[in-house]
């Protein structure tokens, strides 16, 4: 290579390491410029800390702003909707009415909920272990704070997350009245399953399963109706002979 050329390149990566320094020394010495002014008032919510238990509100944005901005979003609109045709078809089958009250259980956002209250069903209630207000309150499902009956219509579509189904269904069955109605919308699956869930309801009779296209997926719909003659007579087995003898057999497993 031309000697020059070398010399030159040499230089050159000289020069370069040397304002590489002087930048890094600059950069060093500066003090930093922040966003914030140093007289301005502090900001508790950027508070480091201390324990677990400091609690720092997070919440920045005004609930019902946060609420209206969710509301208005395309895929929220759209899945209200489609809750709102659900219902509507529940409305049909003569399972609701406009004075019924209802109980979304496992409600997260609230779709159903305010799909619920769309579709001109004054008394609905939603709850979940997170709340979402004001459409959802916090409760657990497995432990529901009402009174038995107090409810024409529970709906749940969360069943499947539930982590003791047996539970979760049973606090339903309580929280509705006798004669009222159990909705559970589950993954779309065949008759086997429906009837293992149906099992699950210890004091209801099964009313129909359907496939329906609920928020753009498809799954099944199952309808149960309380009654506690059901609950009284699932302790015993009647086993009919062929004789036209009836005998009735306690299921003591079942205690
Ligand atoms: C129920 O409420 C909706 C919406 O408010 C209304 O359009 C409908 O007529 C009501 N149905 C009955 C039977 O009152
Ligand atoms: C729902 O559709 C699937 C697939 O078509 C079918 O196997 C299943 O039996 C249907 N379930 C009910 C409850 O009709």
Not at 161 to 167: D, G, N, Q, T
Not at 170 to 192: K, T
Not at 212 to 240: A, D, Q
Request: glycine share 6%; with cysteine; aromatic share 8%.
């Amino acid at each position: 290579m031309d000697r020059h050329i070398q010399i030159f390149l040499h230089r050159l990566s000289f020069a370069s390491i040397t304002i590489a320094t002087l930048t890094l020394l600059l950069l060093f010495l500066q003090t930093p410029q922040t966003c914030v002014p140093p007289n301005s008032p502090p900001k508790p919510h950027l508070k480091f800390p201390r324990s677990t238990c400091d609690s720092s509100p997070r919440e920045l944005v005004p609930l019902d702003k946060k609420n209206r901005r969710l509301w208005s979003s395309r895929a929220w609109k759209s899945q209200v909707s489609s809750f709102s045709h659900f219902f509507t078809s529940i409305r049909h089958l003569g399972l609701l009415h406009n004075h019924s009250k209802v109980l979304c259980v496992s409600a997260g956002a609230g779709h159903e909920v305010m799909a619920l209250s769309k579709v001109g069903i004054s008394d609905v209630t939603g709850v979940d272990l997170v709340d979402s207000p004001p459409l959802v309150s916090r409760a657990d499902p497995h432990d529901l704070p009402f009174f038995d009956g107090a409810f024409d219509l529970v709906y749940t579509g969360h069943l499947e997350e539930a982590l003791f189904p047996a539970r979760f269904i049973s606090e339903m069955e309580r929280s509705v009245r006798d004669n009222g109605v159990c909705v559970v919308v589950v993954q779309e699956c065949g008759h086997e399953e429906v009837r293992e869930i149906a099992d699950l309801f210890r004091h209801s009779s099964f009313v129909g399963a359907a496939n329906v296209s609920l928020i753009g997926l498809r799954m099944t719909r199952i309808v149960m109706r309380t009654s506690y003659i059901k609950g009284f007579l699932s302790g015993f087995h009647i086993i009919l002979e062929a004789g036209g003898l009836c005998r009735i057999n306690q299921d003591y497993s079942s205690e």
